[in-house]
T-cell receptor, first 115, second 112 residues
Framework: IAGITQAPTSQILAAGRRMTLRCTQD?????MYWYRQDLGLGLRLIHY???????GKGEVPDGYSVSRANTDDFPLTLASAVPSQTSVYFC??????????????FGQGTRLTVV | QKEVEQNSGPLSVPEGAIASLNCTYS??????FFWYRQYSGKSPELIMF????GDKEDGRFTAQLNKASQYVSLLIRDSQPSDSATYLC????????????FGSGTQLTVLP
């Protein structure tokens, strides 16, 4: 089934540790995104990539980095986790070159708790 | 001021009624508008998108866009308990390189 797979689905992480959240899509979508979702704040964009080899900063990029070595994978790295990064993280993709292609397809989410 | 504003609710309607969800946005140049539904503990899923002023209907759902007043709404006719979820409004602001900005969502409960 075509879609987006995130791993892990949940994680408890000690503050100061490094962590990479994985995201893989098999739809050949050109654009990929990382959002975090916190109660009362909705979905906020962390980083995005419009095409393989390029990335950009979203609304809340500090403390996070991304890479886009190929079309399918878009990992998100927390270099040194802090408790304020406790959140639910969603990876998404879109086929932005098509008419109506701005619509996002989301992964199942990663629930991260930093203690 | 947030770019996309929604009433957080909760909004409760009886089964069979029309649920009306509203969203306002601050960037007058925004061109694309979306409604997503998110069940508790799940990821958001697209309900509808709308680009032009007026109404767009899809089954029990109607999206309404008024660019002059900078609001977009979602009507759910014949509401069902299975419609109980959080509804997220999203827009693509001008100059945003096509990234969606989301509102904080409205929680809807349809009472049997």
């Amino acid at each position: 089934i075509a879609g987006i797979t995130q791993a892990p689905t949940s994680q408890i992480l000690a503050a100061g540790r490094r962590m990479t959240l994985r995201c893989t899509q098999d739809m050949r979508h050109n654009a990929m995104y990382w959002y975090r979702q916190d109660l009362g704040l909705g979905l906020r964009l962390i980083h995005y990539s419009n095409t393989a080899g390029t990335t950009g900063k979203g609304e809340v990029p500090d403390g996070y980095s991304v890479s886009r070595a190929n079309t399918d994978d878009f990992p998100l790295t927390l270099a040194s986790a802090v408790p304020s990064q406790t959140s639910v993280y969603f990876c998404a993709s879109s086929d932005s070159g098509k008419k109506g292609g701005d619509t996002l397809k989301f992964g199942q989410g990663t629930r991260l708790t930093v203690v | 001021q947030k770019e996309v504003e929604q009433n957080s609710g909760p909004l409760s309607v009886p089964e069979g009624a029309i649920a009306s969800l509203n969203c306002t946005y601050s960037d007058r140049g925004s061109q694309s508008f979306f409604w997503y539904r998110q069940y508790s503990g799940k990821s958001p899923e697209l309900i509808m998108f709308i680009y032009s002023n007026g109404d767009k209907e899809d089954g029990r759902f109607t999206a309404q866009l008024n660019k002059a007043s900078q609001y977009v709404s979602l009507l759910i006719r014949d509401s069902q308990p299975s419609d109980s979820a959080t509804y997220l409004c999203a827009v693509i602001p001008s100059g945003s390189a096509r990234q969606l900005t989301f509102g904080s969502g409205t929680q809807l409960t349809v009472l049997p």
